[in-house]
């Protein structure tokens, strides 16, 4: 397809396409310097304003960012594996252990930024949680930082009605966390639904995960129900789209 | 959080987010027109370019689109929901049903674009499928189309030693489609990987599903095994985020 679609095609397109076939060939690596404007006019034989667009396009999809002063680099793309049905399963919190663990490997993943706070409930979560009218929710917010990245928003909502007096209402859940605290209340986890969608990150978003430019959020709306189909919590995640692989592995 | 936050950002900044809070709020739903240039600048006493940066902000978020001629409308997300781990059970394919007919609901979904190809294998895929040196793949390329919108892509992979001979080979694979021939073939799919991306599209991947700026693809990696672990297909999914909410149940 190459020639006839690339005649058609804008000059700083062309340059950007041979760029991002360069780096998808392993030619340039994670990490690696692009050439710059100056050797994109010299190679090309064209205007700064067409080198510095060809550039744009690649920082546009994701694939390149700017570092300050040192010119145009290769994004580094080393993610999160997240499986999302063995790390729920009850080997994994029944026995203490953090639900992150899986996904740490042997790198560091800090929980900041926690509060906890009873609120009313927002009308999309009342309708899940299937609350009564003005039955408030313990609200559990709190960001994930990977080696100083930030890299997951998260936002629990669990019914007052379950949860009061619980170590659930407090900033630290215990061993095991919110779902060893709810088997223990005698609301046990035992079936989850992911939603899974992606999207553009509002200006927030973009600013409590450090997020680059050209750069989509994963969103995740997690239900967990207890016996009978009792929706018992709502965890609503927001992810950076550069940090995280999501893996569901099941049986036919 | 309100006005200690506002007074330090930019005017269109928080013309843009009143606008995206009256879009949240319901104020504006989706396939509304939200206020021009002129009635932002009127109700907001700033100049045009002030007011058409407010709007860029949320088209650049995918929260709003321009249609020529008519203004800046409110985004519809009306996605189809996708179930990962029912759709791929043995009733649905096994009886003969699309995999697909669970995600269609009264809407049509069409595949056009198939082509099938002997092709070699690219590295990535040799290497999942455990192919031998100079070892072929039967590639299955095709495009789904919901109400005239393209909305995904799909490139299978099946190892040439497995598939040979058989309607997988074929643009029409009969009955059931490649998991109920795999079954004939002696290689039912028993176990899935599904693992999920994403980011911004490619100029090419944004021209085949027709997506709207500010809008990302959620790339789905599935990988079938066979038993005793055979990995036996491996297709590669690149679905318009706006179209899609992926969906995995699951007991703990």
């Known amino acids: ?143 994930f930082v990977l080696d100083g990245k930030p890299v997951l928003l998260a936002t629990s909502y669990l019914p007052t009605s379950v949860v009061a007096g619980s170590a659930i209402t407090q900033e630290d859940t215990g061993p095991g966390g919110t779902y060893a605290r709810l088997a223990e209340l005698g609301y046990k986890p035992v079936h989850f639904r992911e939603e899974i969608r992606s999207r553009m990150p509002t200006k927030d978003e973009a600013e409590q995960l450090s997020i680059s430019a050209g750069t989509p959020v994963i969103l995740i709306c997690r239900t967990a129900f207890a016996d009978e189909g009792r929706p018992v919590e709502i965890n609503e995640m927001t992810l950076d789209a550069a940090s995280y692989i999501l893996e569901y592995d099941f049986d036919a």
């Not at 300050?68 to 729920?88: D, M, N, W, Y």
């Not at 953090?98 to 009308?123: F, G, H, K, M, Y």
Request: hydrophobic fraction near 35%; charge should be positive; aromatic fraction near 4%.
């Open 1 to 143: 397809m190459a020639n006839t679609d690339d005649d058609r095609r804008p000059k700083y397109q062309r340059i950007a396409d041979s760029l991002r076939e360069a780096i998808q060939s392993g030619e340039y690596g994670p990490g690696d310097r692009l050439p710059g404007e100056n050797d994109l006019m010299a190679a090309h034989g064209v205007a700064r304003m067409t080198a510095r667009q060809a550039l744009s396009v690649l920082k546009d999809e994701g694939v390149a960012e700017s570092r300050k002063g040192a010119g145009v680099f290769v994004r580094s793309f080393r993610p999160l594996r997240r499986r999302g049905i063995q790390r729920l399963s009850q080997e994994q919190w029944g026995s203490g252990r953090s639900i992150w663990s899986a996904d740490i490997e042997n790198r560091t993943l800090v929980v900041d930024q926690v509060a906890v706070s009873e609120e009313a409930a927002p009308e999309r979560i009342g309708q899940v949680l299937d609350l009564g009218d003005g039955e408030t929710v313990c609200v559990r917010r709190r960001r």
